[in-house]
DNA sequence: CTGTATCCTCTAAGATACTG
DNA sequence: CAGTATCTTAGAGGATACAG
């Protein structure tokens, strides 16, 4: 059995994702790069906050969608999570050392993205327009 | 009609998105945190790259993402695309002024995953294995 | 070489209802 | 209030074949 030039890149990629995955970062940037991930740590910049505290916060986030993100910041062990047993129950979110040291990066993010966000429309804009036109 | 609370919530949020979307950042950090932007911005850091130099820089991404990954970035005036109409074809992508203005915080972001991965992939088995214990 | 088009699968994520 | 479970669907992304 022969392969092409085409089929050999496809079995190489394949060996690629099984060991190794990704690069080093690759594995932590999808981590972090999930779409509530900056906003969650944003909303917790100030100092603990309730779930629901969370959700006003954050109301473009589902329950769903803010509890997965929040389970999966608290196994990363960038956030953490107290639990009162009160009733209603009550259950606090923070920020722990290893969340704080993102934040200077999810800063720069959010100065970067205010910055570029009127450009980059404009850009989005001139290029679907000339899709439109030659596409 | 009436309507619960959680309800009036949903719609709230339906509102939420359909107008404002997210956040100013939020729009933008959904160009940027595509698994496979940081990769190409940092295969593209020494200069313009060949399309089949980035796959061969990159080989966890396959051709149609690479292309889709690519185009994404274009349009947001991240990279440049030029084309030399030889036998075969040849292009070449370049980082823009603008793309190049991302540099500081992708390289922030690898700093960070490099120093903190072994730390969360321990963070990551002992919240699994708590789990399997108690979840 | 660089790309597009097609088909097909599988997961992310919303809506909804329910438990402690 | 906080969280889980279930159902369902749109879309991301892979495999493959083809075109300029």
Redesign the interface.
């Known amino acids: 059995m022969t392969y092409t030039a085409e089929q050999k890149?496809n079995e190489?990629?394949k060996d690629?994702?099984a060991s190794l995955?990704?690069?080093?970062?690759?594995?932590?940037?999808?981590?972090?790069?999930?779409?509530w991930v900056?906003?969650v740590i944003?909303a917790l910049v100030e100092g603990p906050q309730r779930h629901s505290n969370l959700?006003k916060t954050i109301?473009?986030a589902?329950q769903k969608m803010l509890t997965s993100t929040l389970r999966s910041l608290?196994?990363?062990?960038l956030i953490s999570r107290r639990i009162t047993v009160t009733t209603p129950i009550r259950t606090d979110y923070e920020l722990t050392s290893?969340g704080r040291?993102?934040l200077?990066?999810v800063f720069?993010?959010?100065k970067?993205?205010?910055e570029?966000?009127h450009?980059?429309g404009a850009?989005?804009m001139a290029?679907?327009r000339h899709q439109l036109d030659f596409g």
């Open positions: 890149r190489a990629q690629y994702n995955a990704l690069c080093p970062a690759g594995q932590l940037l999808e981590a972090i790069s999930s779409k900056t906003l944003l959700r109301p473009g589902s608290e196994r990363d062990g290893r040291s993102l200077p990066i720069e993010m959010k970067w993205a205010e570029n966000m450009d980059i850009s989005r290029h679907d």
